[in-house]
T-cell receptor, first 113, second 114 residues
């Protein structure tokens, strides 16, 4: 059951550069998408979300882009900081009131000083 | 910032024993959830709870699992007779709405079944 796919298990970038994390989905009923960050021994921390009526949402250094026709979303972090090093999860939920989030496997981001 | 708290952080139990995992959701939230993550795998939905009843559950959430909100602040997950494959991180989450509202997660309980 791979409704949400994060095909890159890891990503390494230099401090100050852009980090781009990608996520693909297969379920056309998904209408709300979220990114979570997770440090070891902690729970997922909500970062940013986007609903299907938008194609971009920005919050400080974090921007999420949604391409519905390609069933693809991405998270841009600019500029990247060493404290951003964590595992990033993409998640999605369906329209029609289903409350459950479906998560991707995560991408481990390492920002090198 | 308000947060979801979970206790204990680590629980070790023997196969066949009952365990209760505890959570205190964010105080003004109305929707409560349990998720789990088996080592190396995805975070998976178990159950959602609203207005003192289960609103949705996954196929994982079989008769061995139950949830309860025994008072105005706690939300618990009970596993009646644990199996080895129940070993996982269990995350509690809460949200203030069921629609297009982010879930806020606790730090999890690591359950080890021996």
């Amino acid at each position: 059951d791979q409704q949400v796919k994060q095909n890159s298990p890891s990503l390494s970038v230099q401090e100050g550069r852009i980090s781009i994390l990608n996520c693909d989905y297969t379920n056309s009923m998904f209408d709300y998408f979220l990114w979570y960050k997770k440090y070891p021994a902690e729970g997922p921390t909500f970062l940013i979300s986007i609903s299907s009526i938008k194609d971009k949402n920005e919050d400080g250094r974090f921007t999420v882009f949604l391409n519905k026709s390609a069933k693809h979303l991405s998270l841009h972090i600019v500029p990247s900081q060493p404290g951003d090093s964590a595992v990033y999860f993409c998640a999605a939920s369906e329209a029609g009131g289903s409350e459950k989030l479906v998560f991707g496997k995560g991408t481990k981001l390492t920002v090198n000083p | 910032e308000p947060e979801v708290t979970q206790t204990p952080s680590h629980q070790v139990t023997q196969m066949g024993q009952e365990v209760i995992l505890r959570c205190v959701p964010i105080s003004n939230h109305l929707y409560f959830y349990w998720y789990r993550q088996i080592l190396g795998q995805k975070v998976e939905f178990l159950v959602s709870f609203y207005n003192n009843e289960i609103s949705e559950k996954s196929e994982i959430f079989d008769d061995q699992f139950s949830v309860e909100r025994p008072d105005g602040s706690n939300f618990t997950l009970k596993i009646r007779s644990t199996k080895l494959e129940d070993s996982a991180m269990y995350f509690c989450a809460s949200s203030d709405s069921s629609y297009n509202s982010p879930l806020h997660f606790g730090n999890g309980t690591r359950l080890t079944v021996t």
